[in-house]
C-alpha cells in the first residue's frame, strides 16, 4: 500500500478513498490466501465429517474479539464479519473436500 498515506495524513476524500481502495486490495489478497488454507484443510482432513468444527470457529472468533480489542476497532462487529468468514470458509470448503 504505498501508494497511499496513512489515515491521520489525509486531508481531502480522494486521499481516504484510494486509502479505502488500497485496503480493499490488501483483504483480497490476504482471503485469497486464506481460502488457500481451505484448499489444504480439503486435501488433509480425512473424513467430511471433520470440515465443521464448532470448537475451532469460537477459538478464531475469540482470537479476533481480542486482536479488535487491542487494536481499538469496535469488537462486535467484527466478531459479526468474521462469523461470515468462518462461515463462507466453511462453505468454501466443504466444496472443495467433495470435489476431490
Avoid at 22 to 32: F, Q, S
Avoid at 73 to 96: C, K
Amino acid at each position: 500500500m504505498q501508494d497511499t498515506i496513512d489515515p491521520e495524513a489525509c486531508t481531502t476524500m480522494a486521499e481516504v478513498r484510494a486509502g479505502v481502495d488500497a485496503v480493499d486490495r490488501a483483504l483480497v489478497a490476504l482471503l485469497t490466501r486464506r481460502f488457500g488454507y481451505m484448499d489444504a484443510a480439503a486435501r488433509i482432513k480425512p473424513e467430511r465429517g471433520h470440515v465443521r468444527d464448532e470448537a475451532r470457529k469460537a477459538q478464531v472468533i475469540a482470537n479476533v474479539r481480542a486482536h479488535a480489542r487491542a487494536a481499538g476497532i469496535p469488537e462486535e462487529p467484527i466478531a459479526a464479519l468474521w462469523d461470515q468468514l468462518v462461515e463462507a470458509s466453511i462453505a468454501y470448503e466443504f466444496v472443495r473436500f467433495d470435489a476431490r
